[in-house]
């Protein structure tokens, strides 16, 4: 990855370009990620930095990571996740990256939890159509509808569209424009939506297309 950052999403709102065009966009909190570590291609077998996110009070962490931020002599953080960057030797232990990496209109690809929907039906979850409401067809308009033949195959095939847990699953939206850069404040206002509810974990990098 050329650029990348650890971000939380704060929530939606609109903006106004320079030809009066209102855009929908995306504030994003990214940064300050403060360097933990660096992981080197000779010891662990590939480069990469070891970033903090979001600072808390140090009795909400463990003694081995109070010992790790007590070494790279930064404030503890609520998370800690690895960056593969090309430039990881231009860092050094206990620099920050900052939102200021970005630039307007650059493009990004931005990782995170979807929204949670918890245990739902085939027609939400995979966009089903319902049975006919009217005389005859039957009280369950709702339902799967059939699965297989009884005598044969006499089995449900694989990847069966059926009822189950629908979101909280990993989510990657690419090729989203980067609108504003607020480097004195640490925000990025990204054009559209970005997975999940306000307050999630993002991970923005340079897009790969």
Known sequence: MKKAIIGKKLGMTQIFLENHRAVPVTVVQAGPC???QKKSAIKEGYDALCVGFDPRRENLSSKPYKGQFKV???VPTRFIRELKLENCGDYNVGDEIKA???ADGDRVDVTGMSR???FTGVIKRWNQHRGRMTHGSGYPHRLVGSLSANSD???VFKNKNMPGQYGHEKVTIQNLQ???VDAERGLLLIKGAVPGPDGNLLFIRATVK
């Open 116 to 118: 949670g929907h918890g």
């Open 153 to 155: 195959p006499s089995k």
């Open 178 to 180: 980067v609108v504003r």
């Open 34 to 36: 403060p360097v933990l």
């Open 72 to 74: 790279a002599g930064v």
């Open 100 to 102: 200021d990496v970005f």
